[in-house]
């Protein structure tokens, strides 16, 4: 078979990768396997290290193909219609969510890797929206449905699928396994050999691949590069922290796992040096950010511990927690970034906030999502006892109040101060559609499905979504209007690029604010955030800004300066003061 330019050093550069995770096989006849089944078609370009492929414009939206749906429109259709529509100028990186045919957990029970949920749309539907935005689509791969071709094959035991699966014995140890659920871990499955234990870490329908099988590998590789021809450019590893398992340990963030992202990494990249591979890792923030690895595995990790902290945050009035949080982050080097959220089509993940809150900190934030409608779902913690494990509630009905009050008027405030903390963070933002929409609690879906989560995955009727936009004693249209400015100032400001400079100011518990600066350091931007129900005052002087300079809110369009020392922050006020304005 004869090779483009490039291909052997790319082959020689997964060899030390494989040999590390397949000790025992010809690493260099799987790397050889490997590459051609990536079907690369010119030159492999030299990929440079610590190339950021972003800037202070890239803004992400997260939905289902069908949170917008239309009567006789294919959902696909429909939603590219309605991002054409309002938000063409605003978001330029739309991740879809699972939208290939599945059995269970809207999507993330994947029954056919290669092609497109019918129900939604078809490829060319899919292609047409990686026209318009950088496509980021989910890789789910570390299970796979029980009602797929694989695992329908893993029963009869023929090809491909018999041993595509992990499978343990009744003597196995699985008291270390970390698991996210607490449903049994092995599920027991009649095969034409005989009765079997599959690993299920998120349930008996998703059911664990064997990537100690190079086979498994080489059929994601083969997916990936399908993906990426119709248009896939940035890849979220679902569940990716999982990949690798071992008895006697907690199967999680082995370095077998470590090593398969920077095969997979080095494959995408010399596809499309643009690319962007993202780990999803609901964990702790220490073990999240070793993701990262020297700039070789992740660009970029998802800023799990991001969420619980600006909720608590908010509904607290006291930014203490946040603020040791955000001293504590590490800078993310060039190549790398984090991918700042406060909402997804999941739940207010628990787990990334221990260390970060105290367990009554952690109740009361319980209690009072619960109080403003939210629902709680739960794993099973050491000892076998069930632990809080994520909040099931919209970020609209979130922000319905505080701790200390309950329900008040400041709902729409404390909602956009809270975009606007993290809208003006280190990372590229990521904004659920949900939250752009100001969709309250769905606790229909949920009545109807059972499913936690379905509380914050409503699905809109197009003419009624439109009809709730344009009615004006409704909060709909302003919410979507007001993110939109947001986003509109922010996109412009070098300072507020991924990877420049941020330092935490320390202004007491009630004001959360954070200086950015511009990479060429002609741009800085104070951020200064009231988290709480009532006014706080300032100085410039707090800030070690001299009053005789001349500096400008981009939100509220004040100037502040010129002899005028004094600035005051009504509730929930955001402000972004700068020196230069674009």
């Not at 020689?12 to 010809?26: G, R």
């Not at 990479?519 to 300032?538: A, E, G, W």
Request: hydrophobic share 40%; glycine share 6%; aromatic share 10%.
């Amino acid at each position: 078979m004869s090779q483009s330019t490039g291909r052997p050093e790319l082959q020689q550069k997964l060899c030390p990768h494989l040999a590390t995770v397949y000790p025992d096989i010809d690493y260099e006849y799987w790397a050889e396997k490997i590459v051609s089944c990536m079907r690369y078609s010119n030159d492999l370009p030299n990929v440079a290290a610590h190339q950021n492929h972003w800037d202070q414009s890239d803004i992400a939206l997260i939905t289902y193909g069908d949170s917008i749906v239309s009567k006789n429109e294919k959902p696909l259709v429909t939603l590219h219609q309605f991002l054409r529509n309002e938000l063409q100028e605003s978001i330029n990186i739309l991740h879809i969510l699972p939208f290939f045919p599945y059995s269970s957990d809207d999507g993330f029970a994947v029954m056919d890797y290669t092609s497109v949920n019918p129900s939604l749309g078809d490829w060319p539907d899919v292609t047409a929206l990686s026209k318009d935005f950088r496509l980021m689509a989910d890789l789910v791969i570390n299970h796979a449905s029980a009602r797929s071709r694989w695992f329908e094959n893993f029963r009869k035991c023929i090809d491909p699928g018999k041993d595509y699966f992990f499978t343990a014995d009744k003597n196995t140890d699985i008291s270390k396994v970390v698991r996210p659920r607490n449903t049994p871990l092995l599920n027991a499955v009649q095969t034409a050999e005989g009765e079997k234990l599959v690993w299920c870490t998120f349930g008996k329908d998703q059911v664990d691949l064997d990537f100690s099988n190079p086979k498994v590998l080489l059929e994601f590789v083969n997916i990936i590069s399908h993906y990426m021809e119709w248009g896939v450019e940035i890849f979220r590893l679902d569940a990716v922290g999982f990949l690798w398992k071992k008895p006697g340990t907690s199967s999680l963030h082995l370095p077998q796992t470590h090593e398969l992202i920077k095969v997979l990494r080095l494959l995408i990249e010399h596809k499309n040096p643009r690319a962007i591979v993202i780990t999803e890792t609901n964990v702790p923030n220490r073990e999240n950010i070793t993701y990262f690895g020297n700039a070789n595995e992740a660009h970029a990790v998802y800023n799990f511990s991001l969420p619980p902290l600006l909720v608590n945050t908010m509904i607290s009035g006291n930014c203490q927690h946040l603020k040791s949080w955000m001293m504590s982050m590490p800078p993310a080097q060039n190549g790398t970034a984090y991918l700042n959220f406060i909402a997804s089509h999941d739940g207010i993940g628990l787990r990334p906030a221990e260390g970060l809150l105290q367990e009554q900190e952690i109740t009361q934030l319980i209690e009072a999502m619960q109080s403003f409608g939210g629902l709680v779902s739960f794993r099973k913690g050491p000892g076998g006892f069930e632990k809080p494990y994520e909040i099931n509630i919209s970020l609209w009905d979130a922000m319905k109040g505080t701790l200390q009050e309950g329900e008040d008027s400041w709902q729409f405030q404390r909602f956009f101060c809270a975009h606007a903390i993290m809208l003006a963070l280190e990372g590229i933002p990521a904004l659920y559609i949900h939250s752009l929409l100001g969709t309250p609690n769905d606790h229909k879906s949920f009545e109807n499905t059972g499913h936690k989560r379905a509380i914050n995955r409503h699905k809109w009727e197009r003419s009624g979504l439109q009809a709730a936009l344009e009615d004006s004693a409704l909060h709909h249209r302003k919410v979507l209007d007001s993110l939109k400015r947001l986003i509109s100032i922010r996109s412009l400001q070098p300072a507020f690029h991924p990877n420049v400079t941020q330092y935490t100011l320390q202004l007491g518990d009630s004001i959360f604010s954070f200086w950015r600066q511009s990479l060429k350091r002609d741009q800085s931007i104070f951020c200064l955030n009231n988290v709480t129900n009532r006014p706080q005052q300032l100085l410039m002087s707090d800030l070690n800004l001299i009053d005789n300079e001349s500096w400008f809110d981009l939100i509220g369009e004040n100037s502040y300066g010129n002899g005028s020392n004094e600035i005051i922050l009504e509730p929930y006020q955001s402000a972004w003061l700068t020196n230069c304005r674009y």
